[in-house]
């Protein structure tokens, strides 16, 4: 019967084998011990061995889950250094605990401590230490390793970083910009786990874009998935906003908003989360373009978008934010019809090149402060 059940799992693609995907891992708690210490020898003098680490090492085209799947009980455990002996008077040294683990994951404590990022390949920690060998010092007894319960937790690393209100078409444009699959349907909360696409460019360079789903109005109070996945855009280096031109409702409950509110809205839910996201250089994409309207929409629209801070006293209390976001270009596009795809395409990587162009520059506090001010400086404009 289990047998038949497992089959039927395998075999099927209905949304019943849908819902039993492994879901997207992004926190995984471990306990890590250090080998314990050789004991030393007195009579000759004889220093037990060392104990061996357990260390993390990030690799590329990893993820919790694998890691995870790998290790049932969650537990890593170093060898103990060995004893002194009369044949080998300094101990072996225990062998040291290697674990590889996503780039991007930071390693928290219990008290919830940063112990180390690595977000580079190759970056390494030790996160257990090996207690140290018997000797003088100690007696000649061997000393346990660190014990510790250490919490991964896994941000994305992605140049461009979509973030978006459920419907608003960000997996449309990812599938058409990038050589990402994922899936589009009309219904809100399609995608519920974060998807990376990687955009290529002639010269052979190319970008990575995260979709980064569960985004709502309210996700600061934990509406929805709340602000599960937003840790993501993080470490991105441009946030690209996407709005449905024609605005967007929840559901039946909620109230429609339009465009204008939403992108205030968007705005507020990413003060909420962290205010110093609103420093980071971002585009707005104004999507489904190709429909009815949608032009006369947006000569109405254009000019509180292109100057948020003039319709903010007409914005709902409620998706009021304090400060308002200033973009450096406002796209209006058809992610469905991949009209206008191209260019955008051109202005992220123009973007993302001026940006590492001026962090080049800014090696001077001065430059740096000014360069904080730089899209404020500039206005956007609808192009
Ligand atoms: N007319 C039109 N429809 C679009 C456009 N882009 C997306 N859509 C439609 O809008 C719906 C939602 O698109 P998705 O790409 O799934 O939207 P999403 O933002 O990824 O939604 P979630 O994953 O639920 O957050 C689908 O029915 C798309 O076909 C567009 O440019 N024009
Ligand atoms: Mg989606």
């Known amino acids: 019967m289990v047998q038949l059940f497992k089959y039927l799992l395998k075999s099927t693609k209905s949304p019943a084998r849908a819902h039993f995907r492994p879901s997207f891992l ?38 919790l889950r694998k890691l995870a799947q790998n290790m049932k009980d969650k537990r890593v455990v170093a060898s103990n250094g060995e004893d002194s002996s009369k044949v080998s008077i300094f101990g072996q040294r225990g062998v040291d605990q290697r674990i590889e683990v996503p780039v991007g994951v930071q390693i928290y404590d219990e008290q919830q401590k940063l112990l180390a990022d690595l977000n580079e390949p190759d970056a390494k920690c030790i996160v257990a230490g090996g207690g140290t060998g018997g000797c003088t010092g100690n007696n000649f007894i061997g000393r346990p390793g660190a014990h510790r319960t250490v919490n991964l937790d896994l941000k994305l690393i992605a140049d461009v970083g979509l973030v978006g209100f459920p419907n608003a078409g960000k997996s449309t444009f990812l ?43 309210g996700a600061h109070a934990n509406f929805g998935m709340g602000h599960k996945f937003l840790k993501h855009i993080e470490r991105t280096r441009l946030l690209l906003f996407m709005v449905d031109i024609f605005g967007f409702q929840l559901s039946p409950q909620h109230p429609h908003r339009d465009c204008l509110a939403n992108i205030y809205a968007l705005n507020k839910e990413l003060e909420l989360y962290d205010p110093t996201l609103l420093e980071k250089p971002c585009v707005l994409l104004l999507n489904k373009m190709d429909k009815e309207g949608a032009q006369d929409l947006l000569s109405k629209l254009k000019p509180s978008i292109t100057n948020l801070e003039s319709g903010l006293e007409h914005c709902p209390e409620e998706v009021r934010p304090s400060r308002v976001l200033k973009f450096e270009h406002i796209l209006p596009i058809s992610a469905k019809n991949s009209v206008r795809v191209t260019h955008v395409k051109k202005q992220l990587r123009q973007t993302l090149d001026e940006l590492a162009a001026e962090h080049q520059l800014a090696d001077t506090e001065l430059i740096k402060h000014q360069l904080k001010q730089r899209v404020g400086v500039r206005g956007p404009k609808i192009t």
Not at 41 to 63: D, M, N
Not at 181 to 197: C, E, L, V
């Open 175 to 217: 599938k058409a910009i990038s050589n990402a699959k994922p899936k589009i349907a009309a219904y809100p909360f399609t995608t519920i786990r974060p998807q990376i696409g990687t955009i290529e460019y002639s010269d052979l360079r190319s970008i990575t874009v995260a979709d980064l789903p569960g985004l709502i109005e």
């Open 26 to 63: 992004d926190t995984l708690r471990l306990t890590v011990r250090g080998g314990h210490g050789g004991n030393g020898l007195p009579k000759y003098g004889g220093v037990g061995g060392q104990g061996g680490c357990v260390y993390f090492v990030a690799k590329e085209g990893l993820t």
